[in-house]
């Protein structure tokens, strides 16, 4: 499981696609009640879970670099910051002030590499500022995982050129996540259907496969809540192929491995070679896997010079169609001031509870 902790309304920029309504009305969430909900998480989970800082635009929280550095006494380990990258372009040592407090990662919004595609989803030609926001996190030591709002007719040709910007950029981008366009209570019309509707999960898969060439039979939900949900393939890139290790390791394999302690064992699985060696060294599940995976590796020096890319692949309700079953096995939560929530059932039903269902979008607040 892993939580979003929203901590601010405000935004530099006015989305059309924005799920949160950022900026109406604006207003930071105040230190000591971010603690509150930072504390609560933890009572809820009874042990640190990822998670995401988020806004509106968190950057412009005065008291961003404390919220990351008490999330990091409270025991959370893997704190990601959810931005729209701006104020990382403007500022690029300001991700190094956060690296110093505690931060982990950067989830950084990025819908496509075509100018076009931005000004439709957000309203504004972004490149520029992507660029320079992945320059800042490589600077600091930041792995990034790139957020693609997936629309109808918009940027869904644009999935394989994503993944080969991610390839290009395997020092610093570790994780892709395809998310898809949804009618959740945003500001804007998205139709159910047509140019700027959202796309199921197998239909988000059935993309990657014919851009990127990665199967959607290499995508697992295993642990990942709901198999309509979420699903997750671990790619090796060795010189420039992507060899998907969910080809090569059955379901069974994988479970065996993953075992009971779920949580930790799938962290260290992401987390890469040197931590998967160091925690795994003497666990004969992990080396059938190795074995497996051998094929991957054409060559033995292929093992020590290959990176991975974590695809990931999320489809979110729409109120109309909220399942019970899918929010019982919700492994994606956020918190508000009066608990901790699954992210579909709270975005449908509790942030704007007046407003119709209908009147807006979709996918990610970063
Ligand atoms: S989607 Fe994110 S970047 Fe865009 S307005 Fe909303 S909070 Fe700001």
């Not at 109808?152 to 570790?174: M, S, Y």
């Not at 642990?223 to 997750?232: F, I, K, S, T, V």
């Not at 040197?274 to 666990?283: A, G, M, P, Y």
Request: glycine share 8%.
């Amino acid at each position: 499981m892993m939580a979003m902790v929203e901590i601010t309304n405000r935004c530099n920029m006015d989305c059309p696609v924005c799920f949160s309504d950022a900026n109406n009305p604006a207003h930071d969430v105040p230190y000591d009640e971010v603690c509150r909900r930072l504390e609560r998480l933890l009572e809820v989970t009874g042990a640190p879970i990822p998670i995401q800082i988020s806004g509106g635009e968190p950057t412009l929280h005065r008291q961003l670099p404390a919220i990351i550095a008490h999330a990091r006494r409270l025991g959370y380990r893997n704190v990601e910051l959810i931005t729209n990258g701006i104020r990382a372009s403007q500022r690029p040592e300001l991700l190094q002030e956060l690296a110093g407090n505690g931060l982990t990662a950067v989830y950084l919004q990025f819908d496509g590499l075509r100018p076009e595609t931005y000004r439709t989803i957000r309203g504004q030609d972004m490149t520029e500022v992507r660029a320079r926001s992945i320059a800042a996190a490589r600077t600091a030591g930041l792995c990034v995982t790139l957020a693609v709002a997936v629309a109808r007719g918009v940027n869904d040709d644009e999935l394989g050129d994503v993944v080969r910007f991610a390839v290009d950029n395997i020092d610093t981008v570790r994780a892709i996540n395809f998310q898809s366009a949804t009618r959740f209570t945003g500001r804007f019309d998205v139709p159910e259907q047509g140019a700027g509707a959202g796309y199921p999960l197998p239909g988000i898969l059935k993309l990657i496969e014919q851009q990127a060439g990665v199967p959607a039979s290499s995508f697992r939900s295993e642990h990942m809540g709901h198999p309509l949900c979420n699903a997750m393939s671990f790619v090796f890139v060795v010189d420039g192929r992507l060899e998907p290790l969910f080809e090569y390791v059955t379901r069974d394999d994988l479970l065996s491995f993953l075992g009971d302690d779920s949580r930790e064992t799938v962290l260290g699985l992401f987390a890469g070679k040197r931590e998967f060696f160091t925690r795994h060294l003497c666990n004969p599940d992990a080396w059938r896997l190795i074995a497996k995976a051998a094929p991957i590796f054409r060559k033995p020096l292929d093992v020590l010079r290959s990176k991975h890319l974590l695809l990931f692949a999320k489809s979110f309700m729409e109120r109309d169609a909220l399942d019970p079953a899918r929010i019982a096995r919700c492994c994606y939560g956020i918190t508000d001031a009066a608990g901790v929530y699954s992210f579909c059932a709270f975005n449908n039903l509790y942030r704007f509870p007046d407003r119709p269902l209908g009147g807006v979008s979709h996918t990610t607040s970063a």
